[in-house]
């Protein structure tokens, strides 16, 4: 029942979130200077070691992350009670349901999260069979590491962008978007460790930190207001 509750919420910002993917799949275009930090892509420690296509072929995946992770906050952000396309949930009914507002807004994460993986996982499999197509090697192990990590980001920005639509009025709830459009560096420095050759653990670390944060700030506000 819980689930079925947070499609019929999410429908509508599925079909936002599927255009935007689509719209993005055909306009955005690489390279990604973004994850260069200075330093060309051929010359970081993972363009030596596979070759500077199969990096560039790295960072037309890696780069996407970026883009994507901001649709999916935009689209499919929420805490079960209203969403920005969606200001004024049914709350009374939500509240009929026999669960805890712990479990609807940890499921209403996971449910968004769901979403976007999926929606990953076949944007990735259609680019692995396009470079396949065209004759260039893709370097999955690198791949998978970076959407790895573009989980970890991604659940945090759907967290805090939960939190700021739950808090705040629609109008207002936009502004959240520029502190989302403020993670751009970290979140590029994270998706972009496959080519220094380390993992961020801090900045993951900081990742997970926030996620909680987010859920608690947002748990604490819809008792408060006694949703």
Do not use: K
């Not at 689209?75 to 669960?99: Q, W």
């Not at 996982?121 to 260039?136: E, I, N, P």
């Amino acid at each position: 029942m819980i689930w079925y509750r947070h499609w019929v919420e999410m429908r509508l910002g599925v079909l936002v979130f599927a255009g935007l993917c689509m719209w993005m799949g055909v306009s955005v275009l690489g390279p990604w200077h973004s994850l260069e930090f200075g330093q060309p892509l051929p010359l970081t420690p993972l363009g030596q070691a596979i070759g500077a296509e199969e990096v560039l072929v790295w960072a037309e995946f890696a780069g996407r992350i970026l883009p994507f992770s901001l649709a999916a906050s935009l689209a499919l952000s929420g805490a079960g009670f209203r969403t920005f396309y969606m200001p004024v949930a049914p709350v009374v009914y939500t509240l009929t349901l026999p669960i805890s507002r712990t479990r609807l807004i940890w499921t209403r994460l996971a449910a968004g999260l769901g979403v976007a993986c999926v929606g990953a996982t076949v944007l990735t499999a259609g680019g692995v069979v396009w470079f396949t197509m065209r004759g260039q090697t893709v370097p999955m192990a690198e791949v998978l590491q970076s959407l790895a990590l573009g989980v970890v980001l991604l659940a945090a920005m759907l967290a805090i962008m939960s939190a700021v639509v739950t808090a705040l009025p629609t109008a207002w709830a936009f502004l959240g978007v520029l502190g989302v459009l403020a993670l751009v560096i970290p979140n590029s420095y994270v998706v972009s460790s496959p080519a220094r050759g380390d993992v961020p653990w801090l900045a993951v670390g900081g990742y997970v930190v926030a996620l909680v944060a987010a859920m608690l700030f947002t748990l604490s506000y819809v008792r408060a207001r006694e949703y």
